[in-house]
């Protein structure tokens, strides 16, 4: 797809030529680069021009959980929430799980991550209960620590996507 741009000018004396010059070049740019971006796809017959990947079926909120929907199948969700942890030691670290309720069963899992807060060197896993990664209603967060320290109240970041159809 040509472009039709006409570079600006810069070897004018004053700045505020060359401002005017790199103004319009920009203007000129927008133009062209808005008129091929919204030509690339044509509108299907929802009249969207996003293809059905980018397509919002549904947001919502339950639980500790916000979530997106997409028409394609894909879903995300995001959940914040405080968790007690005793930790066992294992090896040369300690060891903790959570099991954690999704808003809603994904057909198929595809991905988990999660985040502590809290001051010792620490990390977990977000992986679906018992591994079947298959109609996955509950995620287990598996919590790792270099302190043998009991948690009251450890906040949890976690971030899970899969299919809902």
């Known amino acids: 797809m040509p472009y039709n ?26 133009g ?16 969207s021009t996003l293809p059905e990947y980018d397509q919002i079926s549904r947001t919502g909120t339950r639980g500790i959980w916000n979530y997106v929907k997409y028409r394609d199948g894909r879903a995300e969700l995001w959940g914040i929430t405080n968790v007690s942890q005793e930790f066992t030691p294992t090896g040369s670290f300690y060891f903790s799980t959570t099991d954690i309720a999704l808003p809603f069963t994904l057909k198929n899992y595809w991905y988990g991550s999660g985040a502590h807060q809290w001051n010792f060197a620490n990390w977990c896993n ?33 971030h899970v996507v899969g299919t809902w159809k």
Do not use: C
């Open 126 to 158: 977000v992986v679906p209960k018992d591994n079947n990664i298959r109609d996955v209603s509950v995620v287990t967060v598996m919590s790792y620590s270099n302190q043998d320290t009991a948690l009251d109240s450890a906040r949890l970041f976690i």
């Open 5 to 30: 741009l006409i570079l600006p000018s810069l070897k004018t004396a004053s700045p505020a030529s060359q401002t005017v010059e790199l103004t319009k070049y920009l203007k000129q740019l927008v």
């Open 32 to 47: 062209e680069l808005n008129w091929a971006l919204n030509t690339l796809e044509t509108a299907n017959e929802s009249g």
